[in-house]
Each structure stands twice: as structure tokens, then as C-alpha cells.
């Protein structure tokens, strides 16, 4: 009984673990705490906003194939 | 009597009553409804923000939309005095604001992910939902999936 028990707290140990992973990965993602992925904010511009489209424009500073990813202002327009 | 059933349902009338009926609430909705009675968006994004819970939304392989509910008080795992307390200070500005970026209040944003980002979610997810059915067998194939 008192190994089933264990067991079980084991494996919820582990499924917790696999989760808190992902949370913490993404809170790290938001907080700029991760150094291989980044993310620059703003605004959408008028005509962004007007053909509700977002561009995407190449950030030369990165080198490579590395891109980066753009957290877009949502104001209601 | 020349309005009749003809021209009142004939393809123009009929598109203009059409635009002004979607029009009209629009109108209503943005300058009336959202404004005096409730807006939806706005109560839910403050209940993420007294709650701190931050919402990611992928609608996309690489788009979607994100919500900030960071708290600006650190913690709201508190009791009632204290999160009157915390709101109290809030409307006080005395502590900081609740947007992404310091100093604004920005929450709301639209997200375009990089594919590597994408990847690694996709990698945390997938070991998360293996364990989930290893372990859990049947029962974790129905919670993955009752969402």
C-alpha cells in the first residue's frame, strides 16, 4: 500500500516536473531571461493597422538563419 | 404606392438596410455597450492581472495573441484584506504598472513567434503530453484531449 503510494507521488513528481518545464520556459521567454530567444515590441504602423496585416521586417544585427520573434501593441483601432 | 414588397426587397435596398444594420451595432457596441455597461475583453484581462496569470494564445503555428497578467505586487496568493490592500496601492499608482514594458500599461499584444521558439514549445508540450498518457494511461488521454 505505502509503495503504491510512493509510486504514485513519483510519477505526479515527474508529469509536474514535464509541465513546469513548459511554464517556465515560456515565463523565462517573456521575461528575456532566455539568451537564444528574444523579442523586440511595437507598435503596429498605420498602414499595418489599416490592412491588419503585420510585416515582417529582417533585423540585419542577426546574424544567419536567426531570427527574432514581435510582440505587435493589440490597441483597439 | 410605389414602395412596395418589390422595392424594399429589391438587392439594393436590401444591401443598404444590410450595412446599416451591422453599422448600427458597431456604433452601439463600441460608444455604448463597451463604455457603460460591460467590456468583456477588458474584465477578462483585469481578472488575469488580479490573478497573475499571463495568457498565450497560439491561433497559428507562428501567430498568435498574448495577454500580460504579471501583478505588479508579486505575489496574489492573499486574503481579501490584502488584496484590497494591493488594489488600493494600485489606484494610488504607488506601485507599478501592469504592462509588459516598464511604465506602461500595455497588456494585450499580437504575437509573431520565431520558428525556433515554436519548436521548443512543441518539444516541452509533446514530452509533457507522453508522460500524461504513460502515466495516467486512459485518464490522461481524456484530460489531454477534453479541452
Known amino acids: 500500500m505505502r509503495g503504491k503510494k510512493k509510486s504514485d507521488e513519483q510519477e505526479s513528481e515527474i508529469l509536474m516536473a514535464s509541465y513546469r518545464h513548459l511554464n517556465e520556459f515560456l515565463c523565462a521567454f517573456v521575461n528575456h531571461s532566455l539568451p537564444t530567444y528574444h523579442y523586440t515590441i511595437r507598435e503596429r504602423f498605420l498602414w499595418e493597422k489599416l490592412l491588419n496585416y503585420e510585416f515582417y521586417y529582417t533585423n540585419n544585427n542577426l546574424q544567419g538563419t536567426q531570427s527574432e520573434s514581435v510582440f505587435f501593441v493589440g490597441k483597439k483601432t | 404606392m410605389w414602395i412596395g414588397t418589390g422595392t424594399l426587397f429589391s438587392s439594393k435596398n436590401f444591401h443598404y438596410a444590410f450595412y446599416n444594420s451591422g ?3 458597431y456604433l ?3 460608444l455604448i455597450y463597451q463604455r457603460s455597461i460591460e467590456d ?3 474584465n477578462f484581462i483585469d ?3 488580479v490573478s497573475n496569470i499571463s495568457v498565450l494564445i497560439l491561433a497559428d503555428n507562428l501567430y498568435g495573441y498574448y495577454i500580460h497578467g504579471l501583478s505588479p505586487h508579486g505575489t496574489t496568493d492573499v486574503n481579501v ?3 484590497i490592500v494591493n ?3 494600485e489606484s494610488k499608482q504607488m506601485s507599478g504598472t501592469r504592462g509588459l514594458e516598464a511604465k506602461s500599461d500595455e497588456q494585450t499584444f499580437i504575437v509573431r513567434i520565431d520558428r525556433r521558439l515554436r519548436m521548443e514549445y512543441e518539444r516541452l508540450l509533446f514530452t509533457y503530453q507522453v508522460k500524461m498518457i504513460r502515466i495516467k494511461g486512459q485518464s490522461g488521454f481524456v484530460l489531454l ?3
Open chain 2, 28 to 30: 452601439f457596441y463600441t
Open chain 2, 47 to 49: 481578472l488575469c492581472s
Open chain 2, 23 to 25: 453599422l448600427i451595432q
Open chain 2, 40 to 42: 468583456r475583453i477588458l
Open chain 2, 81 to 83: 484584506k490584502d488584496m
Open chain 2, 145 to 147: 484531449f477534453s479541452f
Open chain 2, 87 to 89: 488594489l488600493g496601492r
